[in-house]
C-alpha cells in the first residue's frame, strides 16, 4: 500500500536558505530519511512479489468501491496531515485514525489480512488452510486473546491456558494437561478472544467486497461527514465489521453470531472440534 496524497501532505518543505542550519534543517533531514526508508520497504514488498497501491486509487471510482469519495479522502488525509505538521501531545491522533480508514478501504478492495505492525502470526501454520465458521463470508477474523502481559492486558490469566491448549495440542498422551483441562482452556480463551474482536482492530482478515467492511468505512467517516472536520478511531467499527450495519434489521442478532465467528483459530492453533475444520 502507500498514501501517496498524505505523505507528500506531511512532508516537511525545504529549509529556506538562512535557516538552512538549526531546526528546520534537523526537520527536513528527518523528514527525507523517513521517505527514502518507507521507499525502500515498498521495493522489498515488490521484490519479494507483492503489489503495492496508492490509496487514491482506491476511490478512481467514487461511490463504486468502499463508500469514500476521493474529496473525502483528501479530506481525511488532510485532517491526518495538519494535525502531524501542529504537533503536540495528541499529534499522530488523526494519523492514526486516518490508518483506520486506510486498513479498511484496503481490506474493502483487496480482502486479505491486515496486521498492526507489532502483531506476529504466533502459533498460525502457513501450510495448511483454515476454514471460517461464518459460510457467508462476511464477518472479518479478528480479535485477540491478550493485549499485553500485564495484569491489565489479561497475561496472567491467559498465557497459562495458552501453554496448557499448546501442550495438549502437542501431545495428548504427555500426562501433563487433562482432556478436560484443555477443553476448558479452550473454552476460556474463545471467550476472551471474542471479547477481543469487540475492542481490538490490530488484527482483521476478510475477503474482498463484504457489505460488514463497508459499513464499518462509512462509521469512521461518519464523524467528518456529519460532526464536520474530524477523523475518530476505528475502534467504533468494530460492531459494524462483527454484525455488519448497525441501523439494518436483524444487527443484534448478527452481532452476536459475529463475536462467536470472528475468533481466529490460528492464534491459538486449536484442536480442530469439527469436521470442517480439516477440509
Do not use: C
Amino acid at each position: 500500500m502507500a498514501f501517496d496524497g498524505v505523505e507528500e501532505e506531511i512532508r516537511k518543505p525545504e529549509p529556506s536558505a538562512w535557516k538552512f542550519m538549526g531546526a528546520e534543517r534537523d526537520a527536513y533531514d528527518a523528514d527525507q530519511a523517513k521517505i527514502l526508508k518507507r521507499n525502500r520497504q515498498r521495493q522489498q514488498l515488490r521484490d519479494a512479489g507483492y503489489q503495492t497501491r496508492a490509496i487514491e486509487e482506491l476511490v478512481a471510482n467514487g461511490n463504486a468501491t468502499s463508500g469514500v469519495t476521493a474529496q473525502e479522502l483528501g479530506a481525511a488525509s488532510g485532517i491526518a496531515a495538519n494535525s502531524v505538521k501542529q504537533g503536540g501531545h495528541d499529534a499522530w491522533n488523526d494519523l492514526k485514525y486516518f490508518s483506520d480508514i486506510a486498513r479498511l478501504m484496503y481490506l474493502h478492495a483487496g480482502g486479505g489480512h491486515h496486521m498492526d505492525v507489532d502483531i506476529g502470526l504466533g502459533d498460525m501454520d502457513m501450510g495448511r488452510q483454515y476454514t471460517h465458521s461464518d459460510a457467508a463470508g462476511e464477518v472479518p477474523l479478528m480479535g485477540t486473546l491478550a493485549r499485553d502481559m500485564t495484569l491489565g492486558g489479561g497475561g496472567p490469566e491467559v498465557v497459562p491456558r495458552l501453554e496448557h491448549a499448546k501442550a495438549y495440542r502437542g501431545n495428548p498422551y504427555s500426562g501433563g494437561v487433562s482432556a478436560d483441562e484443555y477443553v476448558d482452556d479452550v473454552a476460556a480463551l474463545g471467550e476472551r478472544a471474542q471479547a477481543g474482536a469487540g475492542m481490538y482492530n490490530a488484527l482483521i482478515a476478510t475477503r474482498a467486497g463484504t457489505g460488514n467492511v463497508r459499513a464499518a468505512v462509512d462509521r469512521i467517516m461518519r464523524s467528518m461527514r456529519v460532526a464536520g472536520p474530524g477523523l475518530s478511531t476505528g475502534m467504533v467499527a468494530n460492531r459494524e465489521l462483527l454484525g455488519g450495519d448497525r441501523a439494518s434489521d436483524g444487527h443484534a442478532d448478527r452481532l452476536q453470531a459475529g463475536y462467536a465467528q470472528s475468533v481466529p483459530p490460528y492464534l491459538l492453533r486449536l484442536q480442530h472440534l469439527t469436521d470442517d475444520s480439516d477440509l
